[in-house]
Each structure stands twice: as C-alpha cells, then as structure tokens.
C-alpha cells in the first residue's frame, strides 16, 4: 500500500542525547514536511524540502536538524540543544507541481526520560 | 495573532445531532481550505478540500467557505460515534505552506 510510514511510534529521549524520527514515503512525492504537535496548539512547521538534497526551515527550526538523501526518506533528528522536545512530531508529503494537498503519516510521539 | 483561530471546543454531541466547526483566517492571500480528522495517537487524515467560496460535500460532510469574511465552517450531519475525533482546519496561499487551526475535540455519544 501508499504511504508514509513514520518510526519508532514512542521514543525516549535521555538529556544530552540526540534522537533521529524515521519518515519514508512510497508515493513518489517530491515534497516532505516536519512538524510539531502539542495539546492546544495544531501544528507547527519545523523544516521542509521540496527537493533531494534541498530543505528549508520552518517556523520553528532551533534544536532540530534534517537531510534529505533521497527523495523517499526525510528523517528528523532532535537534538540536545532542543529543550522541550516532548511533542507529538508528525511527517507529510505531496506532489509538486499540482495543487494536491500534504498527507500525513501516524506520527511519533517523543518524551524525555 | 495567529493566522488561522479555531473554536477550541470541546464538543459534545448526541448521535445523529449535526456538528458545526469554524474557523476564521486573517491572511487574504488563502486560496485554499482544508479540513482533517484526527484520530487520538494518530496522524491527520484529509477530509475536505476546496479552493473556491461556496458549499462542497462530500457524504454527510459539507465545508463552507466565504472568503469575503474570511470564515470557513465544517458541517457533519447525522453525526456518529465513530465521527469522534479532533478536527484541524488549515488554509494555505500559493507557496505550499499550511498554517493550521489548533483544532476541536468532538465527542458523538451514543
């Protein structure tokens, strides 16, 4: 099936450390997007690339790091210098070129040990 | 301010009652709405998307937009227990970038 699978579902992160979130999409999207959710606040726009080897930062980009070596992988990294990391961090995708809008995968719920 | 307000609810409907959500935008440069569902622990899911003013349904879903008051709406009509979920309204302008409300929380009780 099409997708976007987002892994682990629950990571624990220790202070100091840093953790990468898995996103892989089998849709030939050219587009992929992190953000972050917290209770209360929808959804917040930490990095996007539109592009292999290209991305651009969202609104709230400090602590948080991406690559995108291939079109169908955008992992996310949460680094030490992210002091309230516990979220809800969700991945997206979508066609460029077309008004189609972004889909969403499961999610990955982050919290500190 | 943020650019899109959405009524915080929660909502706590009957089954079978209709479930009015709102939002409103601030940015006259939206051309293009969209509604999502989500699950609790899981990801948003689309469920409406349109571009013009007007009514568009789908089922026993209908997404208003009036963009001359900058308010967009999501009606569930015959609403269902299996309908329970936070509902997120987002609008974005021609550069791709979602801006989205904080959402709703709906309860439909059997």
């Known amino acids: 099936d099409g997708g976007i699978t987002q892994s682990p579902k629950y990571l624990f992160r220790k202070e100091g450390q840093n953790v990468t979130l898995s996103c892989e999409q089998n849709?030939?999207?050219?587009?992929m997007y992190w953000y972050r959710q917290d209770p209360g606040q929808g959804l917040r726009l930490i990095y996007y690339?539109?592009?292999?080897?290209?991305?651009q930062k969202g609104d709230i980009a400090e602590g948080y790091s991406v690559s995108r070596e291939k079109k169908e992988s955008f992992p996310l990294t949460v680094t030490s210098a992210q002091k309230n990391p516990t979220a809800f961090y969700l991945c997206?995708?979508?066609?460029?070129?077309?008004?189609?809008?972004?889909?969403f995968g499961d999610g990955t719920r982050l919290s500190i040990l | 301010q943020k650019e899109v307000e959405q009524d915080p609810g929660p909502l706590s409907v009957p089954e079978g009652a209709i479930v009015s959500l709102n939002c409103t935008y601030s940015?006259?440069?939206?051309?293009?709405f969209m509604w999502y569902r989500q699950y609790s622990r899981k990801g948003p899911e689309l469920l409406m998307y349109?571009?013009?003013?007007g009514n568009k349904e789908d089922g026993r879903f209908t997404a208003q937009v009036d963009k001359s008051s900058k308010y967009i709406s999501l009606f569930i009509r015959d609403s269902q227990p299996s309908d329970s979920a936070t509902y997120l309204c987002?609008?974005?302008?021609?550069?791709?970038?979602?801006?989205f409300g904080a959402g709703t929380t709906v309860t439909v009780r059997a």
């Open positions: 997206a995708s979508r066609m460029t070129g077309t008004n189609q809008p972004q889909h």
């Open positions: 849709l030939n999207h050219d587009a």
């Open positions: 690339s539109q592009i292999v080897n290209d991305f």
């Open positions: 940015n006259s440069a939206f051309q293009y």
């Open positions: 349109t571009y013009s003013s």
């Open positions: 987002a609008t974005r302008s021609n550069d791709y970038k979602l801006s």
